[in-house]
């Protein structure tokens, strides 16, 4: 698939074919293409955690005001990010980079975080984003539609998933086969009120 039909293809599905779980291949690949997302300084903040027991589907559900796709999704991410991945040996991270980048940048990303932690949360916050979108089109190149969901219980879900310290839940990903097609599309703003040149 064109990644522009991607682009345009891809909506907020509300309605999966329940019992239809993504296979390990699929998987396999989705997540290939996915961890190429591009983070700050290449931390890779993203943690994707897999719903596959049907009873935490279903009392995440509970906890996401009963929408269907939770349970019904061939594949539930909840997806997460650590906050303090800048601190978790970076230098790994860029010991493919020439010594001179590695000396630069490894001091530089302490310096970017520490004693921070909006800058750490916005952060990751960031990363989740670009990879919920990046897992969207990918999944779509996969034949599988998606919904990302924040309509949940927040703290809910982290006690359920036993979300350690030092990590945020970003959003919930929900991908699947379609059986109804989603409502139609929302109205565009207007690009003149999205599109800023120069300054507002
Ligand atoms: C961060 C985020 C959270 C969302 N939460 C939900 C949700 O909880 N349930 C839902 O059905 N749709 C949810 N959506 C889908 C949006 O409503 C949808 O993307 C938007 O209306 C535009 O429609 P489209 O994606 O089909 O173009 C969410 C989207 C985003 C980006």
């Not at 001179?100 to 952060?123: L, M, N, S, T, W």
Request: proline fraction near 6%; charge should be negative; hydrophobic fraction near 45%.
């Amino acid at each position: 698939m064109h990644v522009f039909e991607a682009i345009e293809s891809r909506r907020a599905v509300k309605h999966f074919q329940a019992n239809t779980p993504m296979t390990a291949a699929e998987q396999q690949q989705l997540f290939d293409l996915a961890r190429r997302a591009p983070t700050a300084f290449n931390l890779q903040h993203w943690r994707f955690v897999v719903v596959e027991s049907p009873a935490l589907r279903a009392q995440i559900r509970a906890a996401a005001w009963d929408q269907a796709q939770v349970t019904d999704a061939s594949l539930l991410l909840v997806l997460c990010a650590d906050t303090q991945a800048w601190a978790k040996q970076p230098e790994a991270l860029w010991a493919a980079a020439p010594q001179p980048v590695q000396d630069f940048i490894v001091p530089a990303i302490d310096g970017y975080y520490r004693d921070k932690p909006q800058v750490q949360r916005d952060e990751a916050m960031r990363s989740c984003g670009i990879v919920a979108q990046t897992l969207m089109l990918a999944a779509r190149g996969l034949g599988y539609d998606s919904c990302p969901m924040d309509g949940f219980d927040f703290d809910k879900v982290a006690e359920l998933i036993k979300l350690p310290e030092g990590h945020v839940i970003s959003m919930l990903l929900a991908v699947g086969k379609q059986t109804q097609a989603p409502w139609p599309r929302g109205v565009q703003r207007d690009e003149h009120a999205v599109i800023i040149r120069d300054h507002f």
